[in-house]
């Protein structure tokens, strides 16, 4: 997904997003990110900061991304936020699930191809219960948290875990995606908390190295 959002007090007042794949986020994200800035202009909002999806992910993903953000910060002297991938993704869950148990855990989960995920275990609070990992996913990797709590799980990730995954307490929430018009709980808490990172030296939590591959026509 490629998205590009701008809140004021709290709301989503512009949202464009891309679903098409990854081909066309280096062109489609550069496009969003004028019209966003223009409409910003256009409505004299003055900006506070750049919020920006941070990891875990794809490589390339993730450097298209912070580049352009770190390079709006620069040319506006504005602030940048990092949102971690996994905690955004539980913002729409907990936004549109009120059904959610008091004592519900929530798993947000991104394919990482083949049977492994990146994910990380919250409760409903978004604290932290079990931290990233890189899951080779089996019938037993969450059992010890099934065993005490129902556990959402959710993401493109969890679509693939859904046969392996049959414990009683286990449910999916389908259609949960990494988007920017979501972003914004965790920026303006992060304001708040004057969480801002190095405009020079931030980098994006990537979980594993990056490895490179040739294209199958020239090998």
Not at 183 to 191: A, G, Q, V
Request: hydrophobic residues 40%.
């Amino acid at each position: 997904m490629c998205s590009v959002a701008v809140s004021n007090d709290g709301e989503c007042i512009f949202n464009e997003e891309d679903h098409s794949g990854p081909e066309r986020h280096n062109e489609r994200l550069g496009v969003f990110v004028d019209e966003a800035l223009s409409f910003a202009d256009n409505h004299a909002i003055p900006l506070d900061a750049v919020a920006v999806s941070c990891g875990p992910g794809s490589y390339t993903g993730l450097r298209v991304g912070t580049s352009m953000a770190k390079g709006i910060c620069y040319g506006r002297s504005l602030k940048l936020i990092a949102v971690p991938t996994l905690e955004l993704l539980c913002v729409p869950v907990l936004l549109r699930h009120d059904e959610l148990p008091d004592d519900a855990c929530l798993c947000p989960m991104l394919d990482a191809r083949r049977m492994e995920v990146y994910a990380q275990i919250f409760d409903r609070s978004l604290h932290e219960i079990r931290p990233i990992h890189a899951d080779i996913v089996t019938e037993e990797t969450y059992v010890e948290y099934l065993d005490r709590h129902p556990v959402w799980f959710f993401g493109d990730g969890a679509a693939k875990c859904k046969d392996l995954i049959r414990h009683p307490n286990a449910h999916f929430i389908d259609g949960i995606e990494p988007l920017a018009k979501d972003m914004f709980p965790l920026s303006e808490k992060r304001i708040a908390h004057e969480q801002f990172e190095d405009v020079a030296y931030f980098v994006p939590f990537y979980l594993k190295n990056f490895v490179g591959k040739l294209p199958k026509k020239l090998l």
